[in-house]
């Protein structure tokens, strides 16, 4: 066989994989607007009080967590750069807009407030706040006082830090106040979520031991996964960068496929 002819017999072979992956893609889109559609119908809501709706599992059932259920403890989003770890944060954003709006609020504490200008105007929205502000280090303060008073009613925070490892050690890393919301937070029904790129966690890798639940996306390098997943026998590199993800949670590990943006109510 010449060389011309194994290179068109590889060609064949990848086309016919592509095929095959894009018509899986296609299916799992088609299930997962179906599911939106389903859970946010105003009429016959299916999802139960407290419930974020994370993505499609592979199972072809709805991924979710009970917020009302403190077990999981604060969130931690890693991923390479362009693994949709902003799209994760956004979309549980999106997620708890299907419940009332007086029981899943979300905030937001990023550098790149311009990502989620699309959001603010949600009515469970309690602000983008710029990180390098110093009204986010107010807010953060103002969220240990409100976990006071949170238990005593049915209403959950969601608090979105996109990309904590950018931030300085005098914007969050010594900031008792986020501390505490990982430490208590989500018994108090408010809830941290964080992205972090695990390529620059050198510096923080204490704050891992915060996070018994992470949801993960693509990661290339084996040590950066391993990082993230311990003893976990889970390929990274497999996930499809900005749509497919992971959910680890005590050593039990659920692959899911992320909501697309749909209109919102």
Request: net charge negative.
């Amino acid at each position: 066989m010449s060389t011309t002819d194994q290179f068109l017999l590889a060609l064949k072979a990848y086309q016919e994989i592509q095929a095959e992956l894009s018509q899986e893609e296609n299916l799992g889109q088609v299930a997962i607007e179906k599911v939106i559609q389903d859970v946010s119908h105003e009429s016959s809501p299916t999802l139960p009080p407290g419930a974020l709706l994370l993505g499609l599992a592979d199972d072809g059932l709805p991924l979710i967590i009970d917020l009302y259920d403190p077990t999981p403890g604060p969130i931690l989003v890693a991923g390479d750069g362009g693994s949709g770890k902003t799209a994760v944060l956004q979309s549980m954003a999106r997620a708890s807009n299907y419940q009332d709006p007086g029981e899943i609020q979300f905030s937001v504490i990023t550098l790149f407030p311009d990502e989620w200008k699309a959001l603010e105007d949600l009515p469970n929205s309690l602000g983008i706040w710029p990180a390098y502000h110093s009204s986010a280090q107010s807010f953060l303060s103002q969220m240990v006082y409100w976990a006071e008073t949170l238990p005593e009613t049915h209403q959950i925070v969601l608090l979105l830090i996109d990309g904590l490892d950018l931030l300085t050690y005098n914007d969050f890393h010594g900031q008792k106040d986020l501390h505490w919301l990982l430490k208590y937070g989500p018994e108090r029904h408010v809830w941290p979520v964080v992205s972090v790129n695990p390529g620059r966690m050198a510096h923080m890798l204490d704050w891992l031991d915060y996070f018994h639940t992470r949801i993960l996306g693509h990661v290339k390098h084996a040590h950066n996964a391993h990082l993230l997943l311990g003893n976990a026998n889970v390929n990274l590199a497999e996930l499809l960068p900005g749509r497919q993800f992971g959910l680890c949670q005590f050593d039990n590990w659920f692959r899911f496929l992320l909501p697309p943006p749909l209109n919102m109510r």
